[in-house]
């Protein structure tokens, strides 16, 4: 299983900041928090990881709990191109991960 | 910015035929998956190649499936005998690194539909 909590849908205006939470209560101490995307059936698009402390790049930032229960992706300015099938993974085994139902951002006008 | 393509884009099969998809990683990648996603489901791991040999392979990726490095450029998942389950889309990606924090780039996939 995934291993980690996300809302199934949510909404948010354009140009607004885009807040998208995730629970992975069971994480463990070397694990990293993955962020990617996917826009319909498209192939996943990788957005951000972190360990443990806050990162940001052109795309996203990530805010990781001071336990590391949870975190959260903050797209700044969200836009139409922004809708997508958003998924965190904590879940990785080799080099394979193991994505989840993830939470369908819809960005709306 | 550098792409991973698969071709076909969309493939249709017959029943207990052959397919076989392509991918065409980064160029200086050296790592190799393939994924797969099933309408309406999650996405989830077949394979994953280096050094031309399979890595590592989840229960999916059975006796009916292959992967090969033919050319030094290409990268191809063969099904032998396709059943109508196998519909769905089939993703690759590749990476640099063995290790995941350098992520992955993955193609568009190819939907394939067996009838």
């Known amino acids: 299983d995934a291993k980690t909590t996300q809302p199934t849908s949510m909404d948010c205006a354009e140009g607004r900041a885009a807040n998208l939470p995730c629970n992975h209560s069971?994480?463990?101490?070397?694990?990293?928090v993955y962020w990617y995307r996917q826009i319909h059936s498209q192939g996943p698009q990788y957005i951000i990881h972190?360990?443990?402390n806050n990162e940001t790049n052109e795309m996203a930032s990530l805010i990781i709990t001071e336990d590391r229960k949870s975190s959260t992706l903050i797209l700044p300015h969200a836009t139409l191109r922004d809708t997508a099938v958003y998924y965190c993974?904590?879940?990785?085994?080799?080099?394979?991960?193991?994505f989840g139902t993830g939470t369908s951002l819809t960005v709306i006008p | 910015e550098p792409e991973v393509t698969q071709t076909p884009s969309h493939q249709v099969t017959q029943m207990g035929q052959e397919v076989i998809l392509r991918c065409v990683p980064i160029?200086?990648?050296?790592?190799f998956y393939w994924y797969r996603q099933i309408l309406g489901q999650k996405v989830e791991f077949l394979v994953s190649?280096?050094?031309?040999?399979?890595?590592?392979k989840s229960e999916i990726f059975d006796d009916q499936f292959s992967v090969e490095r033919p050319d030094g450029s290409n990268f191809t998942l063969k099904i032998r005998s396709t059943k109508l389950e196998d519909s769905a889309m089939y993703f690759c990606?590749?990476?640099?690194?063995?290790?995941?924090?350098?992520?992955?780039?993955f193609g568009s996939g190819t939907r394939l539909t067996v009838v």
């Open positions: 160029s200086n990648h050296l790592y």
């Open positions: 069971t994480i463990s101490g070397n694990e990293y």
């Open positions: 190649f280096y050094n031309n040999e399979i890595s590592e």
């Open positions: 990606a590749s990476s640099g690194y063995r290790d995941l924090n350098y992520g992955y780039t």
């Open positions: 972190g360990l443990k």
């Open positions: 993974i904590v879940n990785v085994a080799g080099n394979q991960f193991y």
